[in-house]
């Protein structure tokens, strides 16, 4: 079987193209830093001869990158277009990664620009499955810094709880629904952590010891709306944070390994 992946140079996608590989399927890669999928027409010939598109392609969410765009002007625009080639050459299955929703944080501007998509993908002629994870393991690499400083500011109480996941278990999860699956898959590892217990792990795995001073959620919420004009990019991400950092955000157990000995690894 001949796969399109989307996104192959990410945390997931890299483990994706493994384990694809390893079990013996054709694979065409492609990764944001050898193709803009934002520019028209860029798509176009990726998925002929393509049976199965997997994306785990996106917008990146470290706040340190450079990149200024929003979410909602990447994300929903590159795979509009991945779409548009899937059904122009007949690709028959679509799994797509996106995000779990839960409260408040399903209406920011990073979650919108996840569903504007799925929303279309809902529409076309194929197959398709949606894998959301709550919070993937390396999705906090930008609390490494700040770990290393000995200082590791906190929104609120830190006590919302969540279920986060490794990346390895994201990849199986969507190789497990290579031909066939539900419309959604959300999914969890198996701790439930608090946001607190979750910032001691990552200290502890790099031999600190740290200061969490604990910054009323109004301080990260308003520097997102200032940033809005000047920086989109880091406004979407302090905007999710905020709400992600206020309630809880619990999947069903779909992974097994756990975050310190993911951490441990690194």
Partial sequence: MKILLAGMAG???RRVHR???????EVRGVSGRAVDLTQPQAAYGLAQGCG??????GAS??????????FEDVDPVIHAALLEEAVRARVY??????????????????????ERFVSLLRTAPLSATVIRPTR??????DLVPLARCGVMPLSGDGQARMNPIDPQDVADLLLRHLHAGPADVDCGGPEVLTRE???RVIAESH??????PRVPAGLVRTPAGLLRPFHPRVADLLEFFHFAAAQDCIAPVMGQRRLKDYWRSC
């Avoid at 384990?19 to 399927?25: D, F, K, T």
């Avoid at 299955?93 to 996840?114: D, K, M, Q, S």
Wanted: charged fraction near 15%.
């Fill in 207 to 212: 031999g600190k010891k740290v200061w969490m």
């Fill in 11 to 13: 945390q997931v996608g």
């Fill in 93 to 114: 299955r679509f799994v797509y990664l996106g995000v779990h929703l839960e409260g408040r944080a399903a209406h920011t501007h990073f979650v919108r620009a996840h």
């Fill in 19 to 25: 384990l694809l590989v390893a079990a013996g399927h």
């Fill in 197 to 199: 217990e979750i910032y």
């Fill in 136 to 141: 993937m393991f390396s999705s906090f690499q």
């Fill in 52 to 57: 199965i598109l997997v994306s785990c392609a």
């Fill in 61 to 70: 969410v470290s706040i340190w990158r450079g990149e200024r765009r929003s």
